[in-house]
């Protein structure tokens, strides 16, 4: 049963500390998102990739967010330094480009004190 | 204005009824339209997607987009207390990136 993995699936933290969030998207995709959900803004789609190319991490604060794919099994999300507005779900979907289809993972709660 | 709105509810129906879950998006060369359901703690799953003005059903579901008007809404018929989560309605713009874009969801209640 192909599924998209996130680790870890909780984590709690202190303000000023590094966070990375891992997501292995379903083989053969190549498309991964990066989204953060919270009550008051929904979905926000935070950067994406195509075939392990960045297409688009306007959605991102620069400052402290960076967003890879050091191969097409792999897709990281830093945030550096972690602030408490930085708590949230954040999810990574994976799909396949022509179809637009996306399968999500289970989600990472993040909470920054 | 926000590239996909949605009213957030609660949309409270009674089991057996029709639940209608509407959406409006900017883009008007949108081309792709999604619909998704998030149960309490859970992560988004497709359920419905349309490509072309017109109805297209499923089961219970039946998805409805009209360009012209830049809307696209979601039918449940026979709603079931199963069917309460929410309903996020999600847009491919149309610089063909692909880059998807989610409305805030409407929460649908039904009640036995």
């Known amino acids: 049963d192909a599924r998209v993995t996130q680790t870890p699936r909780h984590k709690v933290t202190e303000m000023g500390q590094e966070v990375t969030m891992r997501c292995q998207p379903i083989l053969g995709h190549n498309t991964v998102f990066w989204y953060r959900q919270t009550m008051m803004q929904g979905l926000e789609l935070l950067a994406y990739f195509r075939n392990r190319a960045p297409l688009d991490d306007s959605g991102m604060p620069k400052d402290r967010f960076s967003a890879e794919m050091p191969d097409a099994t792999l897709a990281t999300l830093k945030i550096q330094p972690s602030e408490p507005r930085d708590s949230a779900v954040y999810f990574c979907a994976s799909g396949l480009r022509n179809n637009e289809k996306l399968f999500f993972g289970s989600g990472t709660q993040l909470s920054v004190l | 204005q926000k590239e996909v709105e949605q009213n957030s509810g609660p949309l409270s129906v009674p089991e057996g009824a029709i639940a209608s879950l509407n959406c409006t998006y900017s883009?008007?060369?949108?081309?792709?339209f999604f619909w998704y359901r998030q149960y309490s703690g859970k992560s988004p799953e497709l359920i419905m997607f349309i490509y072309s003005n017109g109805d297209k059903e499923d089961g219970r579901f039946t998805a409805q987009l009209n360009k012209a008007s830049q809307y696209v809404s979601l039918l449940i018929r026979d709603s079931q207390p199963s069917d309460s989560a929410t309903y996020l309605c999600?847009?491919?713009?149309?610089?063909?990136?692909?880059?998807?874009?989610f409305g805030q969801g409407t929460t649908l209640q039904v009640k036995p």
């Open positions: 999600a847009v491919v713009g149309s610089s063909n990136t692909g880059k998807l874009i």
């Open positions: 883009d008007r060369g949108s081309q792709s």
